[in-house]
């Protein structure tokens, strides 16, 4: 090879030393033009390179220059050429059929004025050097160009991996990167790139042989030039697989043992384990325990992806968790079992080969798996699983044992928490207990109790709840019943009042109860509920898919009265024998109640039935034509509360009347039957003695001749035999009312109770009856059923005071119905006296023909007393249409008077209905029927008032055009 060149070239090499100290040095020389061209080159740089002497000169050298890294060294080149600067580069080329990397550096040449006369140049070839370190390294190494584009793998990557450089660059790291790792290593890497930082990042790399994945710690570190320009990028992987598990490892127990010791609620543990395994150390995992009843379910499913779960869990329901193999061999054995690979579980057949086991593995996409018995106390309570799927983990030794580790906490905390379990639950039961008995005895009304004591087990303890009642020892019927669910509960009450069974079943079910300690269906057969049940009950009994029941005989002594029947529906735990002894007790209290209200109700129809036979009968009082008595005695709703109410009105031998009320403290039989003595004494007591005052001191003497601790109130007054005066006193007795002259009046006097009167004596006081229309004498519970007296007083008085009460047939029952509630606790006797002459009927809404009878009477007493020429067939139409309208709004009794005390009558009617709105006008249909008729009225009418009393119904007072005759008086 020639050393000169051409003249304007560079001086050649002409010192033979030098040329053979080039010629043998282990690197390559060159030189170049002021033009970048090469001019010389040495044997040396023709062998590293692969070019040879001819045609390395000029720019032929860049045909060897690897594709991917031409345009780099191009523009480099020409860079360092155009400005007169030094260049050091590393690329690649094609050197004997291979790929080598080769390192080139590039230096200006100057004359003796420092002008830049050519350029000189040496190049070396790195790989070989590189890769012999790398090769001899444990960690896996690889090259990259200053791009990013990779080079070199050593061979410890290509025997995990099993992806070399061409292989990566055609389908990327998909096959090795972890997938849940790639994103975050290609943006750091990316990063590094635009930045030149060092790339570092903790990923997961999957090995070629097994298909698991270990943690790597990669590491690249930028190479740079003498221009500090990065020439390429040397990086590593070490295996932290071992580190990373044992920090895991280390979380999962340290986080357990935190996360166990801090609830007692058993799924809350287990929910909460499962969450952390996954977090930790596996992709899915599952706790299996075994239920009260000797059953193992799963009760914890995790996974990442929730969707996944929900998966499971709809598997869960239709797969035992002992149908896999593993599972059972854990719990039954009682030791740990580690699955490394799927394979392996397959070739021990271990798994059952049926369709459920096979979709369980689809889903859980398993690679591995160990299972952990939850133990303590010799007893195995269950399993914990782990299982390996997408992160491709290879489950070890090292993780049997963390896992047992564990476990081992998890069944103390389990076992503490069970406890814990069972005394929270027996507090619960003990609560729902109390509850319980707080509802059965607060009332006397069986009824409302029953109703209340199904609503209550269903809120807590039972799905559905009904109470049945047995009847004269042969028939069983539904008198109470409740269900959870708010859809459901209105077919639950469809059974309510009804015989839901067959005759036949009906017996055999009364022989099972009778003498039977509570009975319990873990299972109930719906085939079997069917069966003695009427048929069209079937719909509703399965609409409300009873699954499991505890029936509760309710009997005292010898008397079966019926049973409680509890049921749990749908997919609600069954019932278990730690349910019993709650409906047990449940079922002992309401015997003995239902026992105790048996007792109370004879002894209250007793006392009834005596009360009754002391009291006058109403259509017995003495009065006439202007003086009519309604009396009404009303007996407490609580079953016992029946007592010392009294009203008595009775005719003396000089004509006068005596009426008293009164009310004797106590109940029962002994208050009935004393104020049975009270009532007859007073009787007495006015044939001899005509002061009231004095007959109320003589009944005090009576009383405590009884050597009796009772009290007695009392009001006694005398009406003259003229009709004039009224003659009163009181014993502590609330002040009776008497309306005259459109006023109310309260006779008040101060005397003192039977039984406390020897300290002081009183005089009787007396009041006109001159204008007056009605005098209401009544006892304490009137006005005191609410527990308002207030109230009480104040309602009182507006009835008193209301058209209506003047204008019924019974002005007591009138009374009595407007101010009493439904649940009423106190006994109240009404005596009231009507001091005026009244034509009235009275007849039900429905009964059509006293309507008839009624307004033919109406219009023959209107005939008898009108004058001739009057037109009664306004009347009559008047009369047809109120009723007619009562009779379509108002359904029960029906109360019509009238009234002639002026010139024109008055027709009163008086219902139970809702109230109604009086239109002024015809309706907008003309057809209608509603609204037509009061309008009719109020046209034909000379007035129309319509009162609403709340609480009991209507009043309306029609004033007819019809004048009465001059021939007859004003007396009706």
Known sequence: MALGSPAGSPQPLHDERLARVASHAAIGLFEAGRDGAITFVTPRWCEITGVDDDAARGDGW????????????????????KHG??????????????????????????????????????????????????????????????????????????????????????????????????????????????????????????NAIDGTYRWFLARAMPVRDMHDAISQWVGTATDIDAQKRANANLRFVLEAAASLASSYDTPTICSELARLAVRRVADWCFIVLKTPGGEYKTVAIAHRDAQRVREAEALRERYSPLNAGPVESAIRRNRPVLIPSID????????????????????????????????????????????????????????????????????????????????????????????????????????????????????????????????????????AGAHRDPQLRPIARRMIGERTLRPDAEETAIEILNGARPILHKSVSLEAVLAGMWEYLAPDIRALDIRSAITVPLQSRSDLFGALIVYKCGDSRAYGEHDLPVFEDIGRRLSIAMDHARTLERERRIAQSLQQALLPDAAALPGDAYLRFSAEYRASTREADVGGDWYDARKLSDGSIAVSVGDVTGRGLQAAGLMGKLRQGMAMAAIYETDPARILDALDAQLRTEDSHAIATAFIGIIDPA??????????????????????????????????????????????????????????GLTEATRDIAFGEQRLQEVALSDAVLHVRNPAQFICDACLPMDAQDDSAVLTLSFRETTQWWFDADNAQAAHEARWQFVAHLRQYAGSDVDLEAAELIFGELIGNVVRHAPGPIDVQLSWTSEYPVLHVTDRGRGFIRNPSLPVDPLSESGRGLYIIALLARDVRAERIPGYGNHVAVELNVPRSSRQGLSI
């Open 85 to 206: 600067a030094g260049l050091d580069i590393r690329y690649r080329a094609i050197a004997h059929n291979a790929t080598a990397l080769l390192r080139t550096l590039l230096e200006p040449v100057t004359d003796a004025s420092g002008a830049i006369t050519g350029f000189a140049g040496t190049t070396v070839g790195i790989a070989p050097y590189t890769e012999r370190i790398a090769e001899a390294m444990p960690q896996m190494v690889w090259i990259a160009s200053p791009d990013g584009k990779i080079d070199y793998f050593n061979r410890t990557w290509l025997e995990y991996t099993g992806i070399g450089v061409e292989q990566l660059s055609a389908t990327g790291s998909k096959d090795v990167v972890h997938p849940d790792d790639a994103a975050e290593t290609w943006a750091r890497w990316r990063e590094s790139l635009e930045t030149g930082a060092v790339f570092e990042i903790e990923y997961r790399l999957r």
């Open 62 to 81: 860049f045909s060897t220059v690897h594709p991917d890294d031409d345009q780099r060294v191009r523009t480099a080149w020409r860079e360092a050429v």
């Open 723 to 780: 009709r004039q005066t009224l003659r009163y006193a009181t014993a502590g007795h609330p002040p009776p009312l008497l309306r005259a002259n459109g006023s109310l009046h309260e006779l008040r006097s101060d005397g003192l109770p039977i039984g406390l009167r020897d300290a002081a004596r009183e005089e009787s006081r007396a009041v006109s009856l001159d204008g007056a229309d009605l005098l209401m004498l009544y006892t304490d």
């Open 344 to 479: 392996a579980l397959k070739a021990q057949a271990r798994l059952p080969q049926d369709a459920q086991t096979i979709e369980l593995l689809q889903l859980l996409q398993m690679q591995g798996a160990l299972i952990v018995p939850i133990a303590g106390s010799g007893d195995v309570r269950g399993a914990l699983a782990l299982v390996s799927s997408e992160s491709g983990r290879a489950f070890a030794h090292d993780d049997l044992e963390v896992a047992e580790m564990v476990a081992e906490r998890a069944a103390d905390a389990l076992q503490t928490a069970q406890a814990f379990g069972e005394e929270r639950r027996r507090s619960a039961d003990l609560e729902f207990i109390a509850r319980a008995s707080s509802i059965i005895f607060e009332s006397l009304d069986m009824q409302s109790t029953y109703a209340r004591l199904a609503e209550y087990v269903t809120k807590s303890m039972a799905d559905l709840a009904y109470v049945v009642l047995i009847e004269n020892g042969e028939r069983v019927r539904t008198v």
